[in-house]
């Protein structure tokens, strides 16, 4: 028989009723019918092609086939627990890889980590600096990303997607450019710049004023290392947490993902 074949919910059901030596308790076990069980049962014989009960004047009884297979079918299904449990045993492990743009890893996910962290002091990371890496390949649990939507993944928005213009104290009012924020029309960038990681560290070495997402600079604002010259106002991309389904119904993610989500609303 082939193993894809095997009647799994029919040979549960006879387990419990070899346990109970009635249909009707077997069907309270499983919360079905004692008429269910019986057209399980009858549909296991025909599989097998053998009898696997007989009504005698003291009740039901096994016939020596079904007592055959009897030890071995519950020794499987207790190797199917076993394997259950080491399933499960990876959604409660300590263990995140993340992966987050640079620059949002340093000003705003490290630290909250740390917290994380301290209040879960088994907690240890991997960060993989590629936050479009693929989930796989990487064998990630989580992923952060700048970006409009979650797109094909299940995901979390951390904050609205708002935006600020800043720049260092005194610093000229020349603009620095990069691909995820438009200037005003007409300006001209004394400075082009690959990314917000790029372009967050030249604002704050003084080069000019950069539009940047209000979530990345909200520290950095709070401790003076740089200024608001104009906003904040909506935008159009937020930071999100992301991950396939399977990762994300683990327990350890969703702890950490509803962490994250309260650092960010304070």
Do not use: C
């Not at 394997?83 to 890889?97: L, R």
């Not at 119904?249 to 950490?256: F, N, S, Y």
């Amino acid at each position: 028989m082939k193993r894809t074949h095997l009647p799994l919910n029919a040979l549960r059901v006879f387990d419990a009723a070899a346990r109970h030596l009635s249909f009707t308790r077997a069907a309270d076990e499983l919360a079905v019918t004692p008429a269910a069980v019986g057209q399980q049962i009858r549909a296991l014989e025909d599989v097998l092609g053998v009898v696997l009960f007989r009504r005698t004047s003291r009740g039901l009884e096994l016939t020596d086939e079904a007592l055959a297979g009897l030890d071995p079918l519950r020794e499987g299904f207790l190797r199917f627990e076993e394997s259950v449990q080491a399933m499960q045993a990876g959604q409660s492990s300590h263990s995140f890889t993340i992966a987050a743009p640079h620059e949002f890893w340093s000003n705003w996910l490290a630290p909250r980590l740390a917290e994380f962290r301290a209040a879960n002091p088994d907690v240890r990371y991997q960060l993989v600096a590629d936050e479009e890496v693929d989930f796989t390949e990487a064998n990630l649990d989580v992923a952060v990303r700048l970006a409009e939507g979650p797109g094909d993944l299940e995901g979390v928005q951390l904050a609205p997607p708002q935006r600020v213009v800043v720049a260092k104290e005194g610093a000229p009012g020349d603009w620095i450019a990069w691909p995820g924020a438009p200037l005003p029309d007409g300006a001209e960038p004394v400075l082009q710049v690959s990314n917000a990681a790029q372009a967050f560290a030249s604002a704050q070495a003084g080069l000019g004023k950069a539009m940047l997402p209000m979530l990345l600079v909200e520290q950095a604002l709070a401790d003076g290392r740089l200024t608001v010259v104009d906003g904040p106002e909506p935008g159009h991309r937020a930071y999100w947490v992301v991950a396939p389904r399977p990762q994300w119904r683990q327990k350890k993610v969703k702890a950490l993902v509803a962490f994250l989500t309260a650092q960010a609303s304070q």
